[in-house]
């Protein structure tokens, strides 16, 4: 992945401490060579930044934007209320309810403002989706994904030598 081309990918989450999650969002973009960007962004403290930057996504060539967030969760879904693009809310696992504070403020959007939501704290799978989502118009990305795919079923099936009958 070229370190200057343009970002299709925007990572957003509430705060830095939601880092250790979607850096597993990152790290699948780049395993793919999706270029994307990160940034904090929090409709709670920067509510006129998230508002920006949500309104110009589009604008500034990305496809898909990966927003995490936690316990009350309000970034996923008010970036989605202020893009075309599609949304793909990150759950983190908060302190005091595992999580499912986050998942549930995400998770339950009202119909027309769709949010695409991943497991508690699975950032990889965010980024996976992402990916995905951009192969339905690239054939090479999808190629990769067909062997990532091929990849992952010979590690399942590898599986079974370790058990013991
Ligand atoms: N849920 C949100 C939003 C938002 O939804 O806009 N902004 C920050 N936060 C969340 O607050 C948690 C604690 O943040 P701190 O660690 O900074 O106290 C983080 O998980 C963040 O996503």
């Known amino acids: ?10 990572i957003i989450m509430g705060s830095d401490s939601d880092w250790p999650t979607l850096k597993a969002a990152a790290e699948a973009c780049a395993e793919f060579g999706v270029p994307h960007e990160v940034r904090v962004v929090s409709a709670h403290r920067t509510p006129m930044d998230m508002a920006r930057y949500a309104s110009n996504a589009q604008k500034r060539g990305l496809k898909v934007i990966i927003a995490g967030a936690g316990g009350a969760a309000h970034l996923p879904g008010m970036v989605a ?3 075309p693009l599609p949304v793909i809310g990150v759950p983190i696992e908060s302190k005091a309810l595992k999580g499912m504070d986050s998942l549930l403020s995400i998770v339950q959007m009202p119909a027309g403002v769709p949010v695409a939501t991943v497991a508690i704290g699975n950032g990889r799978n965010a980024g996976l989706l992402a990916v995905k989502i951009l192969a339905t118009s690239d054939s090479k990305l999808q190629e990769k994904i067909v062997s990532f795919k091929k990849r992952m079923a010979e590690e399942s099936r590898a599986k079974n030598k370790n058990l013991v009958s």
Do not use: D, E, H, R
Not at 1 to 10: D, H, N, R, Y
């Open 81 to 83: 209320s202020l893009t």
């Open 1 to 10: 992945m070229k370190k200057s081309a343009k970002p299709l990918v925007g």
